[in-house]
């Protein structure tokens, strides 16, 4: 049962002016994200990582390298199609004050499950594939680098959110009840029994305590009587 830790990207332009950027080509962190990026990065530098996957944009490979880069051990950026961001289709670029007024908001709020963005993606089909990702990529890493191994991965809000869901048991329509901020960790270990969600829209903590043990093992996924240490 390894560790998996999700990272938001920093911040963009597109976040700063209330753009949704989608899948737009060329989005990169500005100053504000890279510090965010650089800031993750440090956090993380003292886990030594197993496996760094990311969203194939821009703005989360940068993420994603800085993550590489303040690793002790050398450790490559593959990409990770399953993660990239939600195809929001004829919504992409623009303002999101604007998609506000339009009828199909309330259903995004509300019902997310039910939505198909315009010319774009459902967000049932998000959450599926996200998920089928982050749970196919755990079971290779498990096979590889023992339970104990800690891996990283970068993506976007809606799709981190959608995983999150997953591992909390909630139905889609509830993901709209969790918060992932720009340059945030949340952590999740997928037990033999159920997921184990450590760490939502962390921007801050001490995250050595994720750092694989002596052994490179962890307990069974037991969920502890009395909720453990």
Known sequence: MPTLILVRHG?????????LAGRSRGIGLDDVGLEQARAVADRLSVIPLARLVSSPLLRTMQTARRIADAQKENVQVRREAGLVECGYGRWTGKKIVDLAREP???????????????????LADVSARAVEAVRRIDRRVERRHGPGA?????????????????????????FQRIAVAPGSVSVI?????????????DLGSDLSGLAPAAGGDRPSGDAPVGGGA
Do not use: C, M
């Open 104 to 122: 199909l908001w309330a259903t995004v709020q509300q019902q997310p499950s039910a939505v198909e963005f315009p010319g774009g993606e459902r």
């Open 189 to 201: 270990t997928y037990g033999s029994h159920r997921p184990s969600v450590r760490h939502v829209n």
């Open 150 to 174: 800690v891996w990283a991965a970068a993506s976007h809000g809606d799709v981190i959110k959608a995983v999150l869901a997953d591992a909390l048991g909630l139905h889609l329509d509830q």
């Open 11 to 19: 911040r963009t332009a597109a976040n700063a002016d209330g753009v």
